[in-house]
């Protein structure tokens, strides 16, 4: 019933920055259910990890590797959830994953790559 599609991951240098983007489609009762979003990121053979999540009144948490670099922030109008990375560090390489708390259980993005090269 929801869709989540992002974009926005590439390759960039260490220091650079990257911003992901995630809509969501579907059918609008289910869309208007949704309580927050988050981005998720996982490296190949560690547990995907909490980045930042946001609720639809603007309230934000963040991961403490992210924090002071990262921004999350949502556009209700347009069902889009952005995340700004600025000051991209090696170790922040990973797929990328957009997360919706509805319909339950939940609904994750198809992931994004980014690749912070040093």
């Known amino acids: 019933q929801v869709q989540l599609v992002e974009s926005g991951g590439g390759l960039v240098q260490a220091g650079g920055s990257l911003r992901l983007s995630c809509e969501a489609f579907?059918?609008?009762?289910?869309?208007?259910?949704?309580?927050?979003m988050g981005w998720y990121r996982q490296v190949p053979g560690e547990q995907r990890e909490l980045v930042a999540a946001?609720?639809?009144?603007?309230?934000?948490n963040y991961a403490d590797s992210v924090k002071g670099r990262f921004t999350i922030s949502i556009d209700n109008t347009k069902d889009t959830v952005y995340l700004q990375m600025n000051s991209l560090k090696p170790e922040d390489t990973a797929v990328y994953y957009c997360?919706?708390?509805?319909?339950?259980?939940?609904?994750w993005g198809q992931g994004t790559l980014v690749t912070v090269s040093s």
């Open positions: 997360y919706a708390d509805r319909p339950l259980p939940g609904v």
């Open positions: 579907g059918v609008v009762s289910s869309i208007r259910s949704i309580n927050f």
């Open positions: 946001i609720t639809r009144l603007n309230s934000a």
